[in-house]
């Protein structure tokens, strides 16, 4: 078994390496120091009366208007990487300037692949002028205009 900090180091190098060769967001020597937060709980837990609380906490944080609240922490719900996709994809858009509602994601049973509401980014929507600028801006970093 590797130490903890040898393992600290290990995921933190793969981080870098994704960062600079494969996405080429950052240049390595832009990386001054890493560090790796374990959490214990990485699912949401429930409990009676959870709903009211999470709402307004919800409400709270919506008033800061260049922040997103995603993933299974940020949301209190669980997601499955269709729902992580979509969340990601619709948080995207938010950055690029669009209003989007990332609390309609996993509100019903329905997973990515098979929405067919406009706009959306999936699979079958992939051929939208806005879709392929936002997956483009994505891959690139550069946004088509």
Known sequence: MIPGNDRTLILCGLVVEDLTRVLHFIEP????DGFAVRSRDAYPRYALGYRELVDAI????????????????????????????????????????EVVDLDEVNEDSAYLEGRA?????????????????????????????
């Open 117 to 145: 509401r406009a706009g959306a980014c999936t699979r079958r929507a992939y051929s939208s002028a806005g879709c392929r600028s936002l997956l483009e801006f994505m891959t690139t970093g550069k946004h088509a205009d």
């Open 29 to 32: 020597g832009d990386v001054i």
């Open 58 to 97: 919800k409400r709270q944080l919506g008033t800061y208007r260049n922040l997103s609240l995603v993933g299974r922490g940020g949301t209190f719900r669980y997601n499955n990487s269709d729902h992580a996709i979509e969340t990601g994809l619709l948080a995207a858009r938010k950055a690029l300037g």
